[in-house]
């Protein structure tokens, strides 16, 4: 299991090197499994990140010690999860965008009413949802509800511009697996 001495580093290197990694959840309808397959960072200086201009009571747990999760609701419709980086105080983290499905996929499907594996994960609001990931995961520390193993295999990584910004969208903050069908856009 990645521990918080993974998350105390470079967000830009956490978000390239949780490529490949395992997001694991545990809850009562099972366990459900994805490899990481996409992130984005999110920089203190960043205008894109919701740290650019300060602390708030939405944004504090990105301020908090590494390797805790950001849960938030966004454009009204879903939640996003992403991992805190970065020592205390800096405001930094790393959006999970995309999962390839591992185990638990009947219970994914279940959750996203969607039968193609690859309508599960494709999206950092639909794999909350596959996972079962809500609001009460915010500023849990991973090894809880949540853990991430390790990845079993180093990944070919391509950087390009995020998705979904109007600020800062130009930085080549966002990372996927080469040649992966399960990342969100191509």
Partial sequence: MLQEEFFNRS???????MLGCYIVSESKEGRTVGK???TEAYLSDD???HTFKGKTKRNEVMFGPP?????????GAHHCINIVTQKAG????VLIRAL???SGIDIMKKRRGKEDIYELCSGPGKLVVALGIDKTFNG???N???KMLEQQEKPTIVATTRVGLSNGKDLPYRFYIRDNPFISRK
Avoid: N, W
């Fill in 100 to 102: 390839e499905p591992i």
């Fill in 36 to 38: 990481i397959v996409e």
């Fill in 140 to 142: 849990l520390e991973l």
């Fill in 67 to 75: 390797g805790r999760a950001y849960v938030y609701f966004i454009y």
């Fill in 11 to 17: 967000t830009i290197q956490v978000a390239k090197d």
């Fill in 90 to 93: 800096m405001g930094e983290a």
């Fill in 144 to 146: 809880k509800r949540i």
């Fill in 47 to 49: 205008p894109g990140s």
